[in-house]
């Protein structure tokens, strides 16, 4: 069990992220790949992936990423970017030292091979073969499925900060996840290696993942930035493509509530207040007000009052609808 251990100061300094981390989803989705778990979730993604990514690009990036246990701290800089180009320019930037030593540690934990080995030499042209790898991996297995990350970890976002300002911290790091504990001031994490992990008023970021499956996970070097990342909840149709499939579902969507509505629990997913919603669906005020309540209504938003507004956010139950259910964009082969 990691037990993480706070401070009022780190209490104060805890975040949540309101975007998927690039690197993150990569690091977590190349496990996913190695793995079988989660067939209604990523079949489809698997399949799409093993016939879009070369053989040698995709070898070198699973000698890096054991589907269990450790993967080099490097490849999931702890620096926030806010895009790929940004995350991965900050993965070849690691010095070299770094490197080497994060690939030793790999090596306790898996066999050798010719790549690890030149990588961990730190030759300018080892870097830039893992760079091309990431980015041919990325190109295929992440980018296609961004826009519907990036929904479904907003509308996770706004759940959690719905909790936070209903109830505070307390709420938020007891409700985080079915294997994380909060026994205050530890939060206990379930299935992770027996260590301690004490913040000393640095606070913690909570980053949410789509590929991250059953149980949270961190960076292993405890002098790095405190990053705990933890799985969305996952349903059948979050990893939806952009392009004419999702062009195709939004045109069921929209058929289904009307394109004005489902505009707005598009817009809801990320969380909004009434002239946030307006902007967003470019109808005015009093109609925004009108297309909330209705969603209300049918359980797919909720409402709370902030301040002198009122903030919008998603149910589950929208965003099931949002992911495909009911509106064409989810395809479940049997087995």
Known sequence: ????????????????????????????????????????????????????????????????????????????????APDFETALEITLSTPREQIRSQLDLLSKHRPVTPWTRELAQGERHSLQKLGRAIRTYHDAAIAPYWKSIGTHVSAD???????????????????????????????????????????DGRGIELQPSAFCWKVPTKLRDPGL???????????????????ASDSTSSDALGSLLGS???????????????????????ISPAAASHQATVLREAGLITTRRAGASVQHEITQLGIWLLSGHGSGGVRVRSS
């Open 260 to 282: 004005t509505r489902a505009a707005a629990l598009e817009a809801a997913a990320r969380g909004c207040t009434t002239t946030e919603l307006a902007k967003r669906c470019k």
């Open 225 to 243: 930035k405190p990053i705990l990342v933890y799985p969305i909840q996952h349903a059948p149709g979050i990893l939806r493509q952009s392009g």
């Open 1 to 80: 069990m990691l037990r993480i251990h706070f401070t009022p100061r780190d209490l104060a300094r805890t975040t949540i992220s309101t975007r998927p981390a690039p690197s993150w989803e990569i690091l977590l989705s190349l496990h996913m790949l190695q793995q079988t778990d989660g067939r209604l979730v990523f079949e489809d993604w698997r399949r799409h992936v093993r016939t879009k990514v070369a053989p040698d690009q995709m070898r070198l990036l699973l000698e890096l990423t054991p589907p269990k246990g450790y993967s080099p701290d490097f490849l999931t800089p702890a620096e926030s």
């Open 157 to 199: 976002h706004a759940h959690r900060g719905e909790a936070l300002a209903r109830h505070g911290v307390d709420r938020l790091l007891s409700s985080l996840h079915p294997r994380v504990r909060w026994v205050a001031p530890v939060l206990q994490v379930l299935d992770m290696n027996d260590r301690d992990l004490y913040l």
